[in-house]
Every structure is written in structure tokens, then in C-alpha cells.
């Protein structure tokens, strides 16, 4: 062959090939167009583990439902831990990113002697959540009636019973001598215990919407919102160990934008439009359940209009915590909470 044929023939066939190559390449890249890839890789996997799945929590779940959490680039997995020390179980060993609970637990943790303790870094309710129920209806309800009765209570240490005692001391009322509350029955099981044994509980605290459903089976009436008689609490914050808010900053902030928009959301709209929203988190809910539900929520007053856990608010926990003679020793407000994200947040 001649050596300028097979150089020409060698050249035409290498640019031969480098065409083909930008070819397939501008074919991949105009597939790629019309069909988009799934964002999903890019965004970061977090877990949250709640303390239970209620209405109470509606701005979470709106910002889940309205796709808030991916606009702030996470992609996150709900767990419900049934129960404050649970939910604490699994951030501290790792399972769970960020805990959403009643604050008391990461008091217990640091007061343990916890190094790598929890901080709270962005408060949702501002009332307690749950309500009593009783056996029979009570039109005229007196916080009165409770002496003598007995009681389907919460874990002893957890936020609803200590509510529940608080209100009860400053009725005038003593829980330990007066009455009869029952602890031992698990968080998600008291309404189940309640209606199946008639004979054995007069009353029965609940969060929705196990109280709504008591009520329309008439197995209890809802006489008395824990939430209006304990006044505003800090009932519920996210929390995340120190040292992964020290090493995931972008991933906390994040986090705080998306709750704070569905804050944003929940004290901008109807409870119907709520509960449209947020209906596929509760499918085993009727629709117009979860709007008087909602409602109720938003008559309370339940929902802070930002995430900022006030020091105010603080000591008011350490003061219940104490009444309920649950507190070691007082903790110092800056040690267990951020407030630097929910600022930004607002």
C-alpha cells in the first residue's frame, strides 16, 4: 500500500470515529433533555424519627407533602418512634439523623453526663397536643371530677404526663393521692385500652386523632384541652446531636427552611386547605375529621409563627420538669439550645 493512501486512510478513519463519538454524544445529551434524570442523587439523605404521627405535627407533614424539605436539597425518610425516649434511643446511637420530641429527653441526656449530648435547634408547638377523654359526656366539665377516678396517663417523665401533673397541682388537685393513673400502657395504645376495657379507666389522655375517633365510635368525649389549661409550653423541638450539628451546619439550616415554610403554610390557610395537603400522610382519616382536628390545632393556637426556642420558654420546661420532680439540676439554657438556624430561618 502506499504510505500516503494508508496515512490519508488512517486519518479519515480516526476523524470518522471522533465523529461518531460527538455524534452519540450530542445524542445522549439531547435524550438527556427530554428525558431528565432523577434528582434524587443529588440530594442528601436524612432520617427524622418523631415521637408520634399526629395532626399536631401538620406543618412537618405540609412541608413534606409540598416538597419543602427537597427544595432545601433533602430527601428524607420519616420514622415514628412511638415515644420521646425511643426517638432518643435512635438519634444517640446513630439510626436517626434529627429527633422531633418533647425537649425534657435531651435534659435527661445531658444531666446522664452525655458528652455528645442533643441540641435543640428549632421548636414547632407551643402547646401541649393532647386532650382528656372521658367515659361519659361532660358538658360541665370540672377538672374536680378527676379525683377518685382513675386515669390512663403517659410515661412517667415523658411531656404529656408531666402536663398532665402540672395542670393537676395547680387545680389544687395531688395526682399521687387523689387519683389513679395508669403508666404503663404504651404510647400508641391508650385509646385501643380505653374503649376495649370499659370497666376499668374513667379517663383517658389522647393526641388526634385517637380522641376524635373515640368520640365518633362514643366510646369518649373529649371534656378539656391539655393544651389551653397548661397555657404555652415548648412542647415539641428538633434536636440533633452536637456533633453532628457542628459537622452538618448547611444540613441543619436546611432543614429549619423547609419546617419554617410549613409554619408559613399552616398559619396562612384554611384548615381545609391544610387538610388537603396533608391527607395522604393520614389516609386512614376521614376528610372532614382531619379538618375539625386541624381546627381545633389552630383555635389553640398551637403552632409558633417561627422555630426559635426562647429562653423563656426554656425555663418554663426546666420549671415543669422540676414540679414533676424529674430535674437533677437546672441546665443552662445555651448548652442545649440553638437558636443561630431558626433566626435565619424566619
Known amino acids: 500500500m502506499n504510505p500516503d493512501y494508508g496515512g490519508f486512510y488512517m486519518k479519515h478513519r480516526m476523524l470518522g470515529g471522533i465523529t461518531g463519538i460527538a455524534l452519540s454524544v450530542t445524542t445522549l445529551i439531547s435524550m438527556s433533555a427530554c428525558f431528565p434524570q432523577d434528582s434524587s442523587d443529588r440530594l442528601t439523605q436524612i432520617t427524622l424519627n418523631e415521637v408520634a404521627h399526629s395532626i399536631f405535627y401538620a406543618p412537618q407533614y405540609v412541608a413534606i407533602e409540598n416538597g419543602y424539605f427537597e427544595e432545601e436539597g433533602i430527601s428524607l425518610t420519616l420514622v415514628t418512634g412511638f415515644g420521646a425516649d425511643k426517638v432518643m434511643t435512635s438519634l444517640v446511637s446513630g439510626d436517626a439523623d434529627i429527633g422531633f420530641m418533647g425537649s425534657e429527653s435531651s435534659v435527661y441526656v445531658y444531666n446522664e453526663g452525655s458528652t455528645d449530648y442533643a441540641v435543640n435547634f428549632a421548636q414547632l408547638t407551643q402547646r401541649a397536643g393532647n386532650f382528656l377523654v372521658s367515659r361519659t359526656p361532660q358538658p360541665d366539665f ?147 375529621d382531619l379538618v375539625k382536628i386541624i381546627d381545633r390545632y389552630k383555635q389553640q393556637d398551637s403552632w409558633k409563627d417561627n422555630t426559635v426556642f426562647s429562653e423563656d420558654s426554656f425555663n418554663l420546661l426546666l420549671d415543669i420538669l422540676e414540679s414533676s420532680g424529674e430535674l437533677k439540676s437546672r441546665v443552662p439554657y445555651e448548652v442545649l439550645v440553638n437558636t443561630e438556624f431558626a433566626e435565619r430561618a424566619k
Open 142 to 288: 370540672n377538672w374536680d371530677s378527676l379525683r377518685g377516678s382513675t386515669v390512663l396517663g403517659g410515661r412517667a417523665g415523658g411531656m404529656p404526663e408531666m402536663i398532665l401533673e402540672y395542670i393537676l397541682k395547680n387545680k389544687g388537685i395531688d395526682y399521687k393521692n387523689d387519683l389513679t393513673i395508669i403508666q404503663n400502657i404504651d404510647f400508641g395504645s391508650t385509646a385501643g385500652a380505653f374503649k376495649g376495657s370499659p370497666d376499668d379507666y374513667d379517663y383517658t389522655v389522647e393526641f388526634e386523632p385517637h380522641a376524635t375517633l373515640l368520640e365518633n365510635e362514643g366510646a369518649g368525649y373529649v371534656v378539656s384541652s391539655l393544651g389551653i389549661e397548661s397555657g404555652y409550653v415548648p412542647y415539641t423541638a428538633y434536636c440533633a446531636k452536637k456533633s453532628y450539628i457542628k459537622n452538618h451546619p448547611e444540613i441543619i439550616q436546611s432543614f429549619t427552611n423547609a419546617i419554617q415554610k410549613g409554619i408559613n403554610y399552616v398559619n396562612t390557610h384554611t384548615p381545609e386547605e391544610i387538610a388537603t395537603v396533608i391527607a395522604p400522610q393520614f389516609p386512614e382519616t376521614e376528610s372532614k
